[in-house]
């Protein structure tokens, strides 16, 4: 089955306390669909400037990556600077280079528009239903946001929510969208808004998954070294959404052993830095750590 | 099997945005004898004051927990004020009046010292190895500390904690007492100091328990009010031990199970202040939440 994804593609630089880089491969669309590429086919629909680099393209295509609905643009790709502080929880954004991502318009390819999987990644939510108007009928949407969506276009934000079936946030996103500070009232009120099931990534602490009749938290994989934290959310977005769409199943068993899959995804992307670690991964390795996983929660 | 337990009575004052409570039974000792005698007898070693009420003695005698090692001595019994914000993690202390507690000296009634487990609740880490002196070979023994303790007696704690088995610890204070902000890396340096297995408490995300050969997480139950955190850790412990006590094994699966018990018992005892809500709650509540913590992890 295939999965279209919309979103950002970037160029990072990112200062952790265990290292610096600059203008590394990132975006949400990026770590998503490198992610997923280990389940299913990946559509990528994004866009770049004349300086993206062969390089990368070659990357995403050995992985698999439907590269037809990767627009490029006149001008430069978006860049963003961020920087970790010992609290690798603390994320302070220096600087943000929109540059074509400005004018980004996503075109859905004819072929791409039967997509069953569909995840919109934290772009502005006017473009997310720009999208969702030329597929036709997904069998799952998942949708993504951020911060900066929430403030300067809340009603755009909850419209585009109606339109998801599964909503991915973090946990302060999720306190700002709702203005609950318990996670549980917070969660029951997206569903409200109309997703049949929101999950909340809490980062280190893992994520917390709610449906009108579940509910299922797993801890984050403890790991001794948490390299860069840049990326985590679309990489679980990633291995979620592509455990699903290679079963082809969306009960509530499946949607766990997604949570599952996306929390490996994510574990092996703070490892190192831009998609670094994803880019040396391999399946058994996948498999090995969802075994883990079951080792770590077991009682 | 019976429990030795050394810790405080308090007498708590506490608000938090669900209401406020004055001069309420509290105290590390407290909370950890209720919970634990859901599962097996307690035996209690703690310091009130001339002002301290058959009331509360009788709720302790009711519960099984025996009294013999009970000291009451001239003045007040020790008194806690604090609060919580809407952020119910972050709580102030706003005033401390030690009263009776700042001369207690742990005596251990001779039919306490053959006591197969023991819990060193909060105290002076000094304390803490003086009770040690007073009792024969345990089987296991567990033992808490906190921030004010790391700060002032560093040394006694460091020396404390080569005498215990099992160490349960919040999560800042972990991070405050090894100097390491990563909780794996934290850990293994607890066990380097001496205990076997040490837990880290980390309130609403939920606790992780990490032995040499071992790494257990389990998330906290999800709330929808969280009435008042106090008491929480030591009703986790109360769980933990108890449950360990009556099943009289060590083994990591029995750990495991341990640590479901003392979540199931901190998720009761945040439902309402003080210990009203161990005060009504039966065996079979507990039971069914132990089933709910396997629905809600489960994969």
């Given at each position: ?38 389940f299913a ?202 455990y699903?769409a290679r079963n ?52």
């Amino acid at each position: 089955m295939s999965i279209l994804v919309v979103g950002s593609i970037a160029f990072d630089s990112v200062e952790t306390p265990f290292g610096k880089v600059k203008e590394v491969l990132g975006g949400s669309a990026s770590y998503f669909s490198i992610a997923a590429s280990f389940f299913a086919n990946v559509r990528l629909v994004a866009v770049v400037g004349e300086d993206f680099p062969q390089e990368h393209l070659d990357f995403f295509q050995e992985k698999g990556v439907d590269l037809q609905g990767l627009q490029r643009l006149p001008g430069l790709t978006f860049r963003w600077e961020g920087k970790y502080g010992q609290n690798i929880n603390e994320r302070q954004t220096l600087s943000t280079c929109l540059n074509v991502f400005e004018v980004f318009q996503p075109e859905i390819p004819e072929q791409y528009r039967s997509s069953q999987y569909v995840f919109l990644a934290n772009i502005d939510p006017d473009l997310q239903l720009k999208v969702l108007k030329q597929v036709n009928a997904p069998k799952l949407t998942v949708g993504d946001t951020m911060n900066f969506y929430i403030e300067g276009n809340l009603s755009g934000v909850k419209e585009s929510l109606r339109a998801m079936d599964i909503m991915t946030i973090n946990e302060e996103e999720v306190k700002q969208l709702t203005g609950e500070t318990n996670l549980v009232r917070a969660a029951k009120k997206i569903l409200s808004f109309g997703p049949k099931t929101v999950i909340i990534k809490r980062g280190e602490y893992g994520a917390l998954m709610l449906s009108r009749d579940s509910i299922f938290s797993v801890p984050a994989y403890p790991l001794e070294t948490v390299c860069d934290p840049t990326g985590a959310g679309d990489s679980f977005a990633g291995g979620f959404l592509g455990y699903l769409a290679r079963n082809r199943k969306c009960d509530d068993k499946s949607l766990r052993k997604a949570v599952i899959f996306g929390s490996v995804m994510a574990s092996f992307c703070v490892e190192d830095f831009s998609l670094n670690r994803l880019k040396s991964l391999s399946y058994s390795e996948i498999e090995k750590r969802f075994g883990e996983f079951k080792e770590l929660t077991k009682f």
